[in-house]
């Protein structure tokens, strides 16, 4: 129990309340100054009731700020609120000093029962329902430090609050005194403007003044409230206890769970959507952990960041920026330098007046990328802690910064992150996102994009529903999803998912569920888009020790049904229609070469002649006029590439595609078919094809050339500049450039009939300093997995 004689002394009657600005470094100095000089017996604190018994887990040395109580619904965890707290809250710093002092701490805000069954529609918070952020400026339509800002003369709230208060620490002789301030101008303000828009702080702040009026009869006056400045009045206010009790009379409840989950200073950002959010987490967590001289401190850290990105910083760089920075506050009136002042500081001097170096400081230092951590005791749901253990298996730490994590999925701890990784994909918690690998392309690398945000502690709640481990929740999330989808597409996407995740409990239903569908599903377009990921998933099995049998039987049959369905539906197709198929087409020519590989050396033999009858479809394509031109040019493409069709048929082709009688509209899509993507070293290399395409060209009549020329536009643009440049090049120089291989060779230098292997050679050892020596075992990895299948 506390000193009456030193709470007496300290005030003199009544409840002791410390209104503040919620994560307010200066708030939360003076509210720990008035307490170590009031000494009371209880510490009342805006919050949740429902977190009282999570208050000792703040004593925890596990536990770091920034953190936040998370409440959440037990039957909908999607609905959730949050009351994050960073080391400079002045309501974390209460609930330290009450700790430290061994004083009971308890929350007094509406409890989450209640914050969670209101109607959102009727009054939304803040961030569309995901947070809850009380505080004086949160989701008013005055701002109270805006308005008290600009009676000072201020045009910046920020700024106004720095120098009354930020700047100018906890009262000296009064620790009370600048409280004593703060209220004062917030009755006024609540005087002029009621409740500020807000009628739901009527509820919350009859049910602080009950919890107030209950912690009297237990403590006497010795009661401290910690709560926002904007409620100090409403507390003050003498109110009957029958009306209070009347306003919480009938509010809807559900059943909810609250615990500690970690939080970011980004998070914390007003720019992040948070209602009750600063400007600059960062800058206000350095001020309130610097013991002195904050100026000096903070550019030092901006130079060591600035010389981490390899600029040129030195040791002058920051003594010049320092001066600076105390003249620009001296010249604005200001007691100390703040924010603006160090960063026109920095700009100046350390960024050269460049804003580009300044978006780094803002973005690692003024905001920040700091996450906290909670210890393992705080309450969880059973996901939560299978995932927190499987984080410390595969020494995988959540962070708050974005990073890229490359993974050789031969090792296990790899191939274990990579499982975890995409059956939290599959539970809608996106942890890690793929991206493309800028090394090997082979099946046994992934790349991932991580970056943990505190939302994800709300989407582990609701996967919840789903099992009590990651793999146990991932599995059934898999059984429901293919019962419940119902295109094909879907289906082949969740196999590979499945097969990614390393789910061999849900393949079963998975394949049962695909195999249904595809025998229904008619639709050549839905079949060959569905083929593509069907077979993707085979290449899985080597790498990821994954039975993959079963979707080979099921990929090969649905092949087959392409195959007969193909040319059928490629008729009578409209431009749009026909450039969809264009797609198809080229995937499932990736697909077969690739199933065909699958299955050659095992016992289904059947299905080895997968690419004799896919040629035979390509050339029924390329041989039907009533196919679309762009389907047609790319069915001949294809199979040039594959050495099925020389280059005097193509030639041949291409001719009958470009004869006069052929609409200009129908050659151009011919075009586009069989030179796009990447087709332009063809011409490059062929001047038979070069040929017709220019004599087609010049000989498109004027009246026509407007309606091809977005379709040779689209097409030729695509080419990489070089391409296009040596394309040019051959046409200025006319039939004569490229009437064959001999004047071809001798009108431009580096080509010839055939390929100069010495030449080729000479390049090998720069290629190998660059790649490394790892390289050519890389590319020996990748070419074995695109093998899959050869040989036992």
């Not at 300044?358 to 005791?377: K, S, T």
């Not at 789903?466 to 289906?491: I, Q």
């Not at 009533?626 to 069709?645: F, I, M, Y």
Request: proline share 7%.
């Amino acid at each position: 129990m506390s000193d009456d004689s030193a709470w007496s002394r300290a005030h003199a009657g009544g409840p002791l309340l410390l209104g503040v600005r919620h994560h307010g470094p200066g708030s939360a100095r003076a509210v720990r100054s008035a307490l170590d000089a009031a000494r009371p017996g209880v510490v009342l604190i805006e919050g949740p009731p429902e977190a009282d018994a999570l208050i000792p887990l703040a004593a925890d040395p596990e536990m770091r700020p920034p953190v936040a109580l998370l409440a959440h619904a037990v039957d909908e965890p999607g609905r959730s609120a949050f009351w994050p707290l960073a080391e400079f809250s002045p309501e974390w710093v209460a609930i330290r000093w009450a700790l430290e002092q061994d004083v009971p701490a308890r929350f007094i805000d509406l409890p989450a029962t209640h914050t969670l069954a209101w109607d959102t529609a009727a009054e939304a918070p803040s961030d569309a329902g995901t947070e809850d952020g009380p505080g004086p400026e949160r989701d008013l339509s005055v701002d109270p430090l805006a308005v008290l800002a600009e009676t000072a003369g201020y045009d910046d709230p920020e700024r106004w609050w720095e120098d009354v208060v930020e700047h100018r620490g906890p009262g000296q002789r009064d620790p009370h005194a600048p409280f004593t301030a703060l209220e004062e101008a917030m009755t006024a303000l609540r005087e002029r403007y009621g409740v500020g828009g807000r009628p739901r702080d009527l509820v919350r702040e009859a049910h602080m003044r009950l919890q107030v009026r209950a912690a009297r009869k237990e403590f006497g006056d010795a009661v401290a409230v910690v709560c926002g400045a904007w409620h100090v009045p409403a507390l003050r206010e003498k109110t009957a206890v029958t009306a209070d009790r009347a306003l919480l009379k009938g509010l809807p409840k559900v059943k909810a769970d609250l615990t500690w989950v970690p939080w970011t200073h980004r998070r914390l950002a007003r720019s992040s959507g948070y209602g009750a959010g600063i400007n600059s987490p960062g800058w206000y967590g350095h001020l309130f952990r610097a013991p002195d001289r904050p100026v000096e401190r903070w550019l030092t850290r901006v130079a060591g960041l600035l010389r981490e990105e390899d600029r040129i910083v030195s040791s002058a760089h920051v003594i010049e920026a320092v001066r600076l920075a105390e003249t620009l506050a001296a010249v604005r009136g200001r007691p100390l330098p703040g924010l603006s002042e160090t960063t026109d500081a920095v700009r100046a001097v350390m960024c050269d007046g460049s804003d580009v170096p300044l978006a780094l400081v803002h973005d690692r230092l003024v905001v920040g990328d700091v996450l906290g951590e909670v210890p393992q005791a705080a309450p969880a749901v059973p996901l939560q802690r299978d995932l927190g253990r499987e984080q410390r298996r595969l020494r995988l730490k959540p962070e708050a910064l974005e990073r890229e994590l490359e993974l050789d999925l031969r090792g296990e701890t790899d191939a274990g992150r990579s499982r975890l990784l995409h059956r939290l994909r599959l539970l809608g918690v996106g942890w890690g996102e793929p991206a493309q690998s800028r090394g090997s392309t082979g099946t046994f690398r992934e790349t991932w994009r991580l970056r943990w945000e505190p939302e994800l502690s709300v989407r582990v709640a609701e996967a919840g529903v789903w099992g009590t481990t990651v793999l146990a929740a991932a599995t059934a999330r898999a059984e429901a999803d293919a019962a419940a989808a119902r295109a094909l597409a879907d289906v082949t996407a969740l196999a590979e998912h499945c097969l990614l995740a390393g789910l061999p409990d849900a393949l079963p239903l998975v394949m049962r569920v695909l195999a249904d569908r595809a025998a229904l599903d008619t639709d050549v377009g839905h079949l060959a888009q569905a083929l593509p990921a069907l077979v993707r998933s085979l290449r899985y099995g080597d790498v990821r020790g994954t039975d993959t049998g079963a979707l080979a039987g099921v990929a090969a049959g649905l092949a087959e049904r392409v195959f007969v369905g193909l040319p059928p539906a490629c008729t009578a197709l409209d431009a749009d229609a026909a450039e969809e198929m264009r797609g198809h087409v080229e995937a499932v020519h990736g697909a077969v070469g690739l199933l065909a590989e699958s299955l050659t050396g095992t016992s289904d033999t059947g299905h080895n002649d997968l690419r004799v009858r896919w040629r035979s479809v390509l050339r029924a394509l390329a041989l039907r006029d009533t196919v679309p031109g762009v389907v047609r040019g790319r069915a001949v493409r294809l199979l040039l590439d594959d050495g099925e069709l020389g280059p005097e048929e193509a030639a041949r082709l291409m001719g009958l595609a470009l004869s006069p009688g052929t609409p200009p509209a129908d050659a151009a899509a011919w075009i586009e078919g069989f030179v796009g993507g990447g087709g332009g070293m063809l011409l490059v290399h062929d001047d038979r094809l070069l040929g017709l395409v220019d004599t087609w060209l010049t000989g498109v009549p004027a009246e026509a050339f407007t309606d091809v020329l977005p379709l040779l536009r689209r097409t030729f643009a695509a080419y990489e500049p070089g391409v296009r440049r040596t394309l040019g090049e051959l046409v200025r120089r006319g039939p004569g450039g490229y009437s064959g291989p001999t004047s071809q060779a001798a009108g431009i230098s580096g080509f010839a009939a055939e390929p100069d292997a010495e030449r080729a050679d000479a390049v090998l050892p720069v290629l190998r300093l660059l790649l490394g020596p790892d390289a050519e075992q890389e590319q020996e990895q990748t070419d074995v997995d695109s093998l899959a299948g050869v040989g036992a």
